[in-house]
């Protein structure tokens, strides 16, 4: 299975915080979920924590490579740019990442690297992986939260993707 590819100075275990979610499922391809992921603006109709999303420079609807966003989630109004993004091709994981910051002083500051790759397995099974770092002041403290509201809300972004993408195909 393949792996997330993590920038400098994000590889989990050095940061404040990290999160993990994954789920395996069957029904569902690459491309069937790439949709509901690639287009931010879906996000709030099958994930909660997220809304405000809006484009830079007339872009969008769909991430690409480089592409700057913004959207609201935890909390955090979360200013964020593409840093991968490798579509579905057959036999491939697609990715994609975003660097993801909110903040502007050393008590507020939090940077990210969001990361999702979505791989078809053996067996008509799909999986989808999201895995984020975290860096700042506010990374510490979410990191101690007990329940974790990243992996919980990780985990409902995940099962909101799965649903949302089942919902379509069966339309």
């Given amino acids: 299975m393949s792996d997330i590819i993590w920038p400098e100075g994000y590889v989990p275990g050095f940061t404040e915080n990290f999160c993990s979610n994954e789920v395996i499922v069957t029904g569902l391809t690459v491309a069937d979920v790439w949709p509901f992921l690639n ?4 996000w709030p109709t099958y994930y909660a924590n997220s ?4 484009f830079y420079d007339d872009q969008g609807p769909d991430l690409s490579s480089g592409r700057r966003f913004y959207f609201s989630t935890f909390g955090f109004p979360v200013e964020a740019q593409v840093v991968e993004h490798v579509p579905p091709v057959l036999g491939q994981a697609a990715r994609i990442a975003w660097h993801g910051w909110a903040g502007s002083t050393a008590d507020d ?3 990210v690297h969001h990361a999702w790759l979505l791989e078809e397995l053996a067996g ?17 403290a979410l990191a101690l939260a007990n329940p974790n509201p990243m992996i919980n809300g990780h985990q409902d972004w995940l099962n909101g993707l799965v649903g949302a993408a089942r919902k379509a195909k069966q339309s």
């Fill in 124 to 140: 008509g099974r799909l999986r989808i992986l999201t895995q984020e770092t975290q860096k700042g002041k506010p990374a510490e």
């Fill in 39 to 42: 287009n931010p603006h879906h």
């Fill in 109 to 111: 500051r939090l940077d």
């Fill in 51 to 54: 809304a405000d999303i809006r």
